[in-house]
């Protein structure tokens, strides 16, 4: 469990002001008590309402597992500099706005600050391996991490802490060694919200927003992205659009869900295009229904009525998906290809695709995930894996789009890049369709302020 247990002599930095940054690379140590003061801070800032900016996090817990060598370290004062070199390697491989601490000589706790998708927290937790293959002190610690993403696994942080235990434990076998807080995990029950979900579904009661897509080859705006949305649900609390996805997939759903959001998205675009508007739409769609035979069909039928150009359609699908199904997912991309429809990997290099996938796979672009393209201008790292993308995409002459771009360093980075587009709250926010309206004509035509 997430107790205190350290010991004096281990230096984490309890006293460290919350706002302040470190002046090393890599998350900021801290005291538990400092860890948890931000924990209760993350929860009340959670929106009571899905909301457009995605605001979530994620806590880890690192468990580091016994070996012969690790016990007669801990009864010597060797314990505490392993527990201070795992503090010091689990920091250096994290952002500046991550926080570690340690729980126990056996445990330490980490805050993913701006993490809310699995696929990126994975991705973190595989770094956090790496860190920790070898220590100077030769030990072997194994280690295990749960995980528990909020609003996901909870909105209080004992919940957020009950699930990210229970994760721990399931994660000592799994393989690799990483589990993540299912909705059961934490005290709640989200199948609560299924019949105000249905009623949602029948009267049309979810919305979408859009967010714009800038192209920099061409330096104009050339796209929007549908993001469905749960504004309200009637008798029950609204649910982020992850757990809407979650619930949907479980009882059956995603097909009404797909028309509606299909539907609704060129609905949209068609009101855009009459006012001289002509973008690409992107739409996402889940792992069920990209298994799912009659997608291809229900496409072309919503393009049909909306009288919408099929290359102007892009719809976006996980790694994962992909590779869950393989061989059912490859024939619907390959009818929805022959469409003219685009095809585009979403939040790609946290999933688990392989050149040889893609190689096979009838693709337009690739969309690098937000976490690289957030940390591009201080890791180099993550600048290294973006470009790396970016010449992936064009050898396979594939379109790159970077999503999650804030600052005009980075825009400026992946114009620089050859990156071909890029969306973020640098270039213009999640809007609805009304605001999206009243945007189109005002846009910005060059440059961009921070919003």
Same mark, same amino acid.
């Given at each position: 469990?997430?107790?205190?247990?350290?010991?004096?002599?281990?230096?984490?930095?309890?006293?460290?002001?919350?706002?302040?940054?470190?002046?090393?690379?890599?998350?900021?140590?801290?005291?538990?008590? *400092?860890?948890?003061?931000?924990?209760?801070?993350?929860?009340?800032?959670?929106?009571?309402?899905?909301?457009?900016?995605?605001?979530?996090?994620?806590?880890?817990?690192?468990?580091?597992?016994?070996?012969?060598?690790?016990?007669?370290?801990?009864?010597?004062?060797?314990?505490?500099?392993?527990?201070?070199?795992?503090?010091? +390697?689990?920091?250096?491989?994290?952002? !500046?706005?991550?926080?570690? $601490?340690?729980?126990?000589?056996?445990?330490?706790?980490?805050?993913?600050?701006?993490?809310?998708?699995?696929?990126?927290?994975?991705?973190?937790?595989?770094?956090?391996?790496?860190?920790?293959?070898?220590?100077?002190?030769?030990?072997?610690?194994?280690?295990?991490?749960?995980?528990?993403?909020?609003?996901?696994?909870?909105?209080?942080?004992?919940?957020?802490?009950?699930?990210?235990?229970?994760?721990?434990?399931?994660?000592?076998?799994?393989?690799?060694?990483?589990?993540?807080?299912?909705?059961?995990?934490?005290?709640?029950?989200?199948?609560?919200?299924?019949?105000?979900?249905?009623?949602?579904?029948?009267?049309?009661? @979810?919305? @979408?927003?859009? #967010?714009?897509?800038?192209?920099?080859?061409?330096?104009?705006?050339?796209?929007?992205?549908?993001?469905?949305?749960?504004?309200?649900?009637?008798?029950?609390?609204?649910?982020?659009?992850?757990?809407?996805?979650?619930? *949907?997939? +479980?009882?059956?759903?995603?097909?009404?869900?797909?028309?509606?959001?299909?539907?609704? *998205?060129?609905?949209?675009?068609?009101?855009?295009?009459?006012?001289?508007?002509? =973008?690409?739409?992107?739409?996402?769609?889940?792992?069920?229904?990209?298994?799912?035979?009659?997608?291809?069909?229900?496409? /072309?039928?919503?393009?049909?009525?909306?009288? =919408?150009?099929?290359?102007?359609?892009?719809?976006?699908?996980?790694?994962?998906?992909?590779?869950?199904? *393989?061989?059912?997912? =490859?024939?619907?991309?390959?009818?929805?290809?022959? =469409?003219?429809?685009?095809?585009?990997? !979403?939040?790609?290099? $946290?999933?688990?695709?392989?050149?040889?996938?893609?190689?096979?796979?009838?693709?337009?672009?690739?969309?690098?995930?937000?976490?690289?393209?957030?940390?591009?201008?201080?890791?180099?790292?993550?600048?290294?894996?973006?470009?790396?993308?970016?010449?992936?995409?064009?050898?396979?002459?594939?379109?790159?789009?970077?999503?999650?771009?804030?600052?005009? /360093?980075?825009?400026?980075?992946?114009?620089?890049?050859?990156?071909?587009?890029? #969306?973020?709250?640098?270039?213009?926010?999640?809007?609805?369709?009304? !605001?999206?309206?009243?945007?189109?004509?005002?846009?910005?035509? $060059?440059?961009?302020?921070?919003?």
């Amino acid at each position: 469990m997430l107790e205190p247990q350290v010991t004096d002599s281990v230096s984490v930095e309890p006293s460290t002001p919350l706002s302040a940054r470190s002046t090393s690379p890599g998350a900021r140590i801290v005291g538990r008590s *400092a860890f948890e003061a931000e924990l209760v801070h993350r929860c009340a800032a959670l929106p009571v309402e899905p909301d457009a900016s995605g605001i979530g996090f994620t806590v880890l817990l690192l468990r580091l597992r016994r070996s012969d060598r690790r016990v007669k370290l801990l009864a010597t004062e060797g314990a505490d500099g392993l527990l201070r070199e795992v503090l010091q +390697r689990v920091a250096g491989m994290l952002h !500046d706005d991550d926080l570690v $601490t340690a729980c126990s000589r056996d445990e330490v706790a980490i805050l993913l600050s701006k993490v809310c998708q699995e696929g990126v927290a994975r991705l973190a937790s595989d770094r956090i391996f790496r860190a920790l293959a070898r220590t100077t002190l030769g030990a072997s610690l194994r280690p295990q991490i749960g995980a528990a993403i909020a609003p996901i696994a909870g909105r209080s942080v004992d919940q957020v802490l009950s699930a990210v235990d229970v994760a721990c434990d399931v994660a000592a076998t799994a393989h690799p060694r990483v589990a993540f807080a299912s909705v059961e995990m934490a005290d709640h029950d989200d199948d609560t919200h299924l019949p105000a979900l249905q009623r949602a579904l029948d009267t049309n009661a @979810l919305v @979408l927003a859009f #967010q714009p897509q800038y192209d920099l080859v061409r330096g104009t705006w050339s796209g929007i992205e549908a993001l469905i949305r749960w504004p309200h649900a009637p008798g029950a609390a609204p649910l982020p659009p992850a757990r809407l996805i979650d619930l *949907a997939e +479980r009882h059956g759903l995603m097909d009404g869900l797909t028309r509606l959001v299909l539907n609704t *998205a060129m609905r949209h675009a068609a009101d855009l295009e009459r006012q001289g508007a002509q =973008l690409d739409l992107a739409v996402n769609l889940s792992p069920s229904m990209m298994a799912d035979a009659a997608l291809p069909d229900r496409v /072309a039928q919503a393009l049909a009525k909306w009288e =919408l150009p099929p290359g102007r359609l892009v719809l976006e699908v996980t790694e994962n998906s992909i590779i869950r199904n *393989a061989e059912a997912t =490859l024939g619907v991309m390959r009818r929805l290809d022959e =469409l003219g429809t685009r095809l585009s990997i !979403d939040d790609f290099g $946290t999933g688990h695709s392989s050149f040889a996938h893609m190689r096979d796979m009838p693709l337009a672009e690739l969309k690098i995930d937000r976490l690289f393209v957030a940390g591009m201008t201080a890791r180099r790292e993550d600048m290294q894996i973006v470009r790396s993308v970016i010449d992936l995409a064009h050898n396979f002459d594939l379109r790159a789009v970077a999503e999650g771009v804030e600052d005009a /360093a980075t825009f400026a980075m992946l114009l620089g890049m050859g990156c071909d587009a890029v #969306q973020g709250y640098y270039c213009a926010k999640p809007m609805s369709a009304e !605001d999206l309206l009243l945007w189109w004509p005002v846009r910005p035509r $060059t440059g961009f302020d921070a919003r």
